[in-house]
């Protein structure tokens, strides 16, 4: 029987994010006041929040439209996050989104709060906008930020 991995505190992961607010969106960089992407603000968190990232990350495609078998952003959460149903994400979830249907879950962002969420936004950097319905729509996975590291002993 494995111990169920402990979930870090909700406010410090929005705390966290929150932190990120106003940083100029750069693809695939993650430095809080320089640049990131979606992605990198989730690393930046975990950082904060987890502690060192655990593994590189590779180069990554922008496009949101690639379809294919794996859901290779999600595999990643999967092997080192908590997943939850979508319909019991709650704030401090990070939540992936599917922007094209059939798509593979390419973007990411951080539920805020029950109708907010923070992500970087290519033209405005990160920003915290309402959850509406076509994002809603659009949630494919959705993960708790772990209190520590999986992998750590």
Do not use: N
């Not at 989730?42 to 496009?63: K, L, N, Q, T």
């Not at 029950?114 to 990160?126: C, I, K, M, Q, S």
Request: net charge neutral; proline share 12%.
């Amino acid at each position: 029987m494995t111990t169920p991995v402990p979930t870090a505190d909700p406010a410090r992961v929005i705390t966290a994010a929150r932190s990120w607010f106003g940083t100029p969106y750069h693809d695939q960089a993650s430095l809080k006041g320089v640049g990131c992407d979606c992605l990198g603000l989730a690393r930046g968190v975990w950082r904060e929040i987890v502690g060192p990232e655990p593994f590189p990350i590779p180069p990554y495609s922008r496009d949101w439209g690639e379809t294919g078998p794996r859901e290779v952003l999600a595999e990643g959460a999967r092997a080192m996050m908590i997943e939850v149903p979508v319909q019991l994400a709650g704030p401090g979830t990070l939540i992936l989104f599917r922007m094209l249907p059939r798509a593979i879950a390419k973007h990411v962002g951080i539920l805020t709060g029950p109708e907010t969420f923070l992500h970087a936004d290519e033209r405005l950097g990160v920003i915290e906008e309402p959850l509406t319905l076509p994002w809603r729509r659009r949630i494919a996975f959705a993960f708790l930020f772990p209190a520590r590291c999986p992998l750590e002993p």
